[in-house]
């Protein structure tokens, strides 16, 4: 069977000439901010990996077809689209036969850029354990994802909302290269650094993209996980951060709320107690993981080049 997949003119013709492209996810499109401010900073984004010597493929399913890169019109419409579905790994599939639109997260974006050839995807921040997970069992699949699908993932750190320390503890037992960007220790998302040591440092996309190609060589599976510290400029500080997280975390306890639900709650509950500082914060870390992720992808087309 044939795998209904449209890729844009922009990536169509980068792929055609060999050029660095980097897969961007469309959930922060239709679950992260309301339109148009949704729509402008997808445009910001895709322009940042664009100046930066790549170009940007947001990845959805429309109508049964998953896209590779969005022309403007199909962005306007995802941006303004009701009932959107979230797809990860365990339904993304089924969106896509059943003729659905879906926007994807980490796990489905990795998925679809590796069928599509694309080697660096750029998000804000990764799913992981939830705190509670003990008993809820709410484990992202983005984490097994990481494991086997072999695509390097540029994100500021798992959500500062979740439980860090068994996040990063499952990602170091499914063997996935944690690798913090220019700092010794992990960020937290919204905040530049944690108190987590960094089981791994890199300081260059040279040495990002090598990593990548030599885990391939290996045949080892999976892809990288890097995390690039939010600019200081547009930090969150935790300690001001850990009040508003935990009477996020109170509130959707009281009120029932798991699953799927429990991020969009969250995230759009700090909202409102940071009075849109975090937003603010989210879309400066994720221009900065796009840039970086731009000079990842250009450095893996050179090295690759090289080699052969």
Known sequence: M??????????????????????LESTIIT???PFPQNVQTARIVEQDVRDNGATPATIAVIKGVLHIGLEADILDSLGQAQNVAKLSRADIAACIATGGTGATTVAATMIAAKLAGISVFATGGIGGVHRGAETSF???ADLHELAQTAV????????????LDKTYEVLETLGVPVIAYGQDTLPAFWSSSSALAAP?????ADDIARA???????????????????PTEAEIPA???????AQALAEADAQNISAKAVTPFLLGRIFELTDGQSLTAN???VRNNARLAAKIAAQMIKQTATAQ
């Open 212 to 230: 990548q190609i030599m885990r391939g060589a290996m045949g080892l599976s999976g892809g990288q996980l890097i995390c690039n510290p939010i």
């Open 152 to 163: 390097t993932v540029v994100a500021a750190g798992a959500k500062a909302i979740l439980d």
């Open 283 to 285: 879309i400066a870390l």
């Open 200 to 204: 791994l440092r890199m300081d260059t």
């Open 31 to 33: 679950h992260g901010m």
């Open 2 to 23: 044939t795998i209904p997949m449209q890729f844009s003119v922009e990536v169509a013709n980068a792929r055609s000439q060999g050029s660095p492209v980097v897969a």
């Open 138 to 140: 709410d484990i992202s």
């Open 239 to 245: 300690k001001v951060l850990a009040p508003a997280i």
